[in-house]
């Protein structure tokens, strides 16, 4: 657990993050891999995990009228992917494809609800961290 709690700590999204804080939140986490091409998502289906991007890219695409995908956005290590994790109805608003080896840390979310729900800090911290990425894509989504 040691390890996780470091590359948590020093992930971007959790930057500043109180140590009590992210020990809650590597009791929910686990290190993961993406092959190149490997969905971590589908349009549509229940947001299970979040995560922190260490290493790769991630395409995130949009299928638009007429049957086409369309990549409105790509991320990078340092970033994350999975923040409807947080919004009723909990579903994936598009697919994230691994464009090249990918390496982050799944936080399941089942778990981090309910440690958001207990303990108030946590839950204002990721809202804190949460929210702006959320509008930031928001126009992306509904163009």
Same mark, same amino acid.
């Given at each position: ?9 020093? @992930?971007? =999204? =959790?930057? !500043?993050?109180?140590?009590?804080? #992210? ?6 986490? /686990? ?10 998502? @589908?349009?549509?289906?229940? &947001?299970?995990? =979040? ?10 695409? /949009? ?13 990078? !290590? ?8 947080? &919004? ?14 990918? @390496? ?6 089942? #778990?981090?609800?309910? /440690? #958001? ?17 959320? =509008? ?8």
């Amino acid at each position: 657990m040691e390890g996780l709690n470091q590359i948590i700590s020093e @992930h971007p =999204f =959790f930057a !500043g993050l109180e140590e009590r804080l #992210c020990d809650l939140v590597c009791d929910c986490a /686990k290190n993961l891999r993406f092959e190149a091409g490997q969905y971590i998502s @589908h349009e549509g289906e229940t &947001v299970d995990r =979040f995560y922190l991007i260490r290493q790769g890219r991630v395409a995130l695409t /949009k299928t638009i009228p007429g049957g086409s995908a369309i990549t409105f956005q790509t991320i990078s !290590g340092g970033e994350v992917v999975g923040i409807a994790w947080m &919004v009723s109805p909990y579903r994936w608003p598009f697919d994230a494809k691994a464009i090249e080896m990918t @390496h982050a840390i799944a936080l399941d979310v089942s #778990c981090l609800r309910e /440690k #958001c729900e207990v303990d108030d800090d946590l839950g204002y911290a990721m809202m804190k961290r949460t929210v702006p990425i959320l =509008f930031g894509r928001l126009p992306l989504l509904s163009g």
